[in-house]
């Protein structure tokens, strides 16, 4: 029987391996065809993962030298890179825990800084500040350094971008209860953002004529009204209708975050009559039929740039360009979903019967007109047939319901929308978005997406954020400052409504 030295190799450390070791292959470092082969664990107490981790993240250069250590060889990032991609799902937790712990702050180093700094505190200004910048280098992580170098070479930037979606699901998931895992998404989330700089993106027009391989992303990344087929995509790139989206030189061919307009000579209260009922796909535009912008539907395509504000801008960006088209265009609103009213709508409607209050939240009038459209089961409470009827959306097949349940409906979402708080602000991400803009919570619209998805998520109403531009720099900063929500007045009507009727 022959023998190869390969052979011979994976023998001789069969007696060292774990249950979930794997033979991985990587490029060598020197390139060519040539590849090293790893096994785990490939010498006695030391992991794969350790060896990688060893020979890619580089020690954190002396403060003297910070700025005269030569890069590593592009085949480190390139080394570190193909492991990662090859591993499993919960090997990559854990290689990214042990990247974290490991490969982070030297913190006896910054615990000895941090007591030099006081020890200096009398001495003069030169001195204080050199201990203050040479504690602030030291609590540079490690990895940091290996994530600007990925970054430089092809395809890194993405990696990164992707490698942190992997991060906010560990972190969504708690699938790793590491704490360093967090300041690994913190410092991967700063560089990102740096990276992506409103300024070094690029605004561009998706137009029918725009590479196949574009239409088609636009079509899969779009997350708030579903492309149906080539021919619905083509009605929303076509007259009377724009789509922009922003892209970035290190990721090219990707989309990062699309914007969908539609031109109306006034603001829509419905998304049928833009994405259903618009049929003329060749028709010239008649600018005189154009006075208004409405936004209504923005997709983030990357998970991994959660956080990283692109949207906002995209919108800021959008109308100087709208502008520029059609200098008398003096309306921009979005026309947005609500996702989550029925979710919290079932939540209160549970909370108000546990607590004996489900006559509370209409008035005696409004369940009897209830009552007599739902010709329910005697004996069967109203609030647990209302709760029915709305997870079931059964309710819109029945004028006379859709009659008695539209001013309460209303109200209860108007209360959702403006009342409803995490942390001082908007509890619904959609309107929390707009606000932070600077928009105006407008105009609260009754089935205006009578779509199965729209009736399951918010009972088939949307709303529409106004911007008014002179105002939008006002209405941000009292929102992010004092949490103060700028409304109109259907709006704050029917929140006075809710108040009224829900004894608050």
């Known amino acids: 029987m022959i023998s190869n030295p390969l052979t011979r190799a994976v023998r001789s450390r069969v007696r060292f391996w774990r249950p979930r070791a794997v033979l991985k292959a990587l490029p060598e470092a020197s390139g060519g065809g040539s590849r090293r082969w790893y096994s785990a664990p490939s010498r006695r107490g030391v992991s794969v993962m350790e060896e990688i981790l060893a020979r890619v993240v580089a020690p954190l250069p002396s403060y003297e030298t910070r700025d005269k250590s030569p890069p590593p060889p592009e085949s480190t990032s390139l080394e570190f890179m193909n492991y990662y991609r090859g591993l499993e799902k919960e090997d990559k937790v854990d290689f990214l825990s042990k990247l974290s712990q490991e490969c982070g702050v030297d913190h006896k180093t910054v615990s000895e800084l941090a007591t030099k700094l006081l020890d200096t505190q009398r001495r003069d200004q030169a001195t204080i500040l050199q201990a203050e910048d040479r504690l602030r280098y030291s609590l540079t992580p490690r990895y940091k350094q290996l994530f600007s170098h990925v970054s ?63 239409l088609q992303k636009i079509s899969q990344y779009e997350a708030v009204h579903p492309v149906r087929n080539w021919t619905d995509l083509k009605r929303r790139v076509g007259p009377y209708r724009r789509c922009y989206a922003f892209t970035h030189a290190a990721m090219p061919g990707e989309p990062l975050v699309v914007l969908h307009v539609a031109l109306t000579e006034d603001i829509s209260d419905n998304i049928q009559s833009i994405v259903r009922e618009f049929a003329t796909l060749d028709a010239e535009e008649d600018i005189n039929k154009i006075n208004s912008a409405i936004f209504y539907s923005i997709s983030s395509t990357q998970a991994g740039l959660q956080g990283v504000e692109l949207g906002n801008y995209l919108i800021k960006r959008v109308v100087r360009e709208l502008q520029s088209e059609f200098p008398h265009m003096a309306q921009f609103s979005s026309l947005s979903p609500i996702p989550g009213f029925c979710s919290w709508l079932q939540g209160l409607l549970g909370q108000y019967r546990k607590e004996g209050r489900g006559a509370d939240l209409l008035s005696e009038q409004e369940w009897s007109e209830v009552e007599q459209a739902l010709d329910s089961d005697a004996g069967t409470p109203p609030v647990d047939s209302l709760r029915k009827l709305i997870a079931t959306g059964e309710w819109t097949r029945s004028e006379k319901l859709c009659l008695a349940l539209e001013p309460v409906l209303m109200r209860l979402c108007a209360w959702y929308l403006y009342g409803e708080k995490r942390r001082g602000f908007a509890l619904n991400p959609v309107a929390n978005f707009h606000l932070q803009n600077g928009a105006t919570m407008w105009r609260i619209n009754w089935r205006a997406d009578t779509s199965p998805r729209g009736v399951a998520n918010s009972c088939g109403i949307m709303v529409n954020y106004r911007y008014f531009l002179n105002q939008t720099t006002t209405n941000s900063a009292l929102y992010l400052q004092n949490k103060a929500v700028a409304a109109s007045e259907q709006v704050l009507g029917l929140v006075s409504q809710f108040q009224k009727n829900s004894k608050l």
Do not use: Y
Request: charged share 25%.
């Open 152 to 214: 430089r070479v092809e395809g890194g930037v993405k990696f990164l971008v992707d490698l942190r979606a992997d991060l906010l699901e560990i972190l969504a998931s708690k699938a790793s209860e590491n704490p360093h895992i967090r300041d690994l998404n913190g410092t991967l989330k700063s560089l990102l953002s740096k990276w992506f700089a409103v300024g070094l993106l690029r605004l561009e027009r998706i137009t029918w004529q725009s590479p196949c391989e574009i």
